[in-house]
């Protein structure tokens, strides 16, 4: 069957995969883009499907009501995925009102806008980061569905707070709507302000590796096209109404993914700088992916081994894509959060 998807944040890290991942598997659907390229979309992450007839990219704000209306009345989309959003923890501990802007309020937009014009489904990227932290000692806890949100930064808090307005909209007004809530994502076009994409860089070039406060937190990492595979199936089989969370048991702790990229790239361990601690920093997340597994067939295929391997070479292969951006505009942000730590 032929359907219109509307994929907004698809010239960022996870909607770009996802965007070329849909238009590979599903030859027959139109794809449409919507993104206001903020400095984190990149539009070299959508080239090469720029010329595909069944591909339209969109420069709008997921905020602007008008703009987006008017999106939905000329494309009778029958999905919507939000991948648009504010996403680094880092910058929203410095500027929460942009955060609160994009992820909330933008996010009622689209809902509001499939409220009027009809959908079959509403898709909410969320995150496991809505159910805050996990302890060091603990490791027989892991996050469920049912997990109680807990928020520890101004952006888990802006995710949590959509998170409870697409499940509002979905009882109140009966719009059809599913929610992922994801670990973290590791693969190709990662903007080099995350973890892996930045330690790459940085070794690439002989810089200094920060690693915040004894690199002793804990991450879920998955690779992205896993991530992909799984909204993929939520969109095509999951239930209205569900969530769904999505990690593949491959806990890490920060210093051993630093020093895991040093040792692939050759380069010395004497690059790893301490620096101060992010404010109210999560020691450990842990998704239990056990209900997308047995209600919906959901394995990660990608093991970590051969995914950060895979990364780190496409950070190779693609050295103009990430050192346009590390050259440009990001250099001031860079030195304003690195210059004091
Ligand atoms: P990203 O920062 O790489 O990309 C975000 C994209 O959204 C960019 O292209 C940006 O231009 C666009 N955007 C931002 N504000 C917008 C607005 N107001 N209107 C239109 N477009 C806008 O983010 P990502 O890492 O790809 O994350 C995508 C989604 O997945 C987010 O919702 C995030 O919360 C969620 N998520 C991310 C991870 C992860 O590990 N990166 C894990 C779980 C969930
Ligand atoms: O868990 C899902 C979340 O993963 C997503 O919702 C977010 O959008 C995404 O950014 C990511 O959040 P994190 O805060 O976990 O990712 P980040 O790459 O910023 O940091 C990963 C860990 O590495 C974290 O413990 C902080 C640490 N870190 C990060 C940076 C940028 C460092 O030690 N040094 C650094 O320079």
Not at 183 to 205: C, T
Not at 212 to 241: F, P, Q, S, T
Request: net charge negative.
């Amino acid at each position: 069957m032929s359907m219109t998807i509307i994929v907004t944040g698809g010239a960022g890290f996870i909607g770009g995969n996802f965007v070329h991942y849909l238009l590979k598997k599903y030859p027959d659907y139109r794809i449409v883009c919507v993104d206001c390229l903020t400095y984190a979309g990149n539009m070299e992450t959508l080239a090469p499907v720029m010329q595909n007839s069944n591909f339209r990219f969109v420069k709008v704000d997921i905020t602007d009501r008008e703009n987006i209306f008017k999106l939905f009345e000329e494309e009778h989309p029958n999905m919507v995925v939000n991948f648009a959003a504010e996403s680094h923890v880092d910058r929203s501990i410095e500027n929460p009102g942009v955060f609160l802007n994009t992820n909330i309020m933008g996010t009622q937009t689209l809902l509001d806008a499939c409220r009027k014009f009809g959908i079959d489904r509403y898709h909410q990227v969320s995150t496991d980061e809505v159910y805050g932290d996990l302890p060091l000692d603990r490791p027989d806890l892991f996050f469920t569905e049912t997990t109680s949100l807990h928020t520890s930064s101004p952006y888990s808090a802006s995710k949590a707070g959509a998170d409870l307005l697409v499940q509002a909209y979905n009882r109140t007004f009966k719009v059809p709507t599913t929610i992922s809530r994801c670990s973290n994502n590791y693969g190709p076009y990662h903007f080099p302000e995350k973890l892996i994409p930045l330690m790459i860089a940085n070794a690439l070039n002989d810089k200094p590796l920060p690693v915040y406060g004894e690199g002793i937190n804990v991450r879920d990492w998955l690779y992205v096209e896993d991530h992909c595979a799984a909204i993929d199936l939520i969109l095509h089989k999951g239930l209205v109404g569900e969530v769904y969370n999505v990690g593949g048991h491959n806990e890490m702790r920060n210093i051993d993914i630093v020093k895991l990229i040093l040792k692939h790239l050759d380069k010395p361990e004497s690059l790893i700088t301490y620096v101060k601690d992010r404010a109210g920093h999560d020691m450990r997340y842990a998704i239990d992916p056990t209900k997308i597994h047995n209600e919906l067939g959901w394995l990660p295929a990608t093991k970590f081994a051969d995914g950060i391997q895979k990364t780190i070479q496409w950070y190779l292969d693609n050295r103009g894509w990430w050192e346009h951006i590390v050259n440009g505009e990001y250099q001031n942000y860079y030195t304003k959060m690195y210059g004091k730590k």
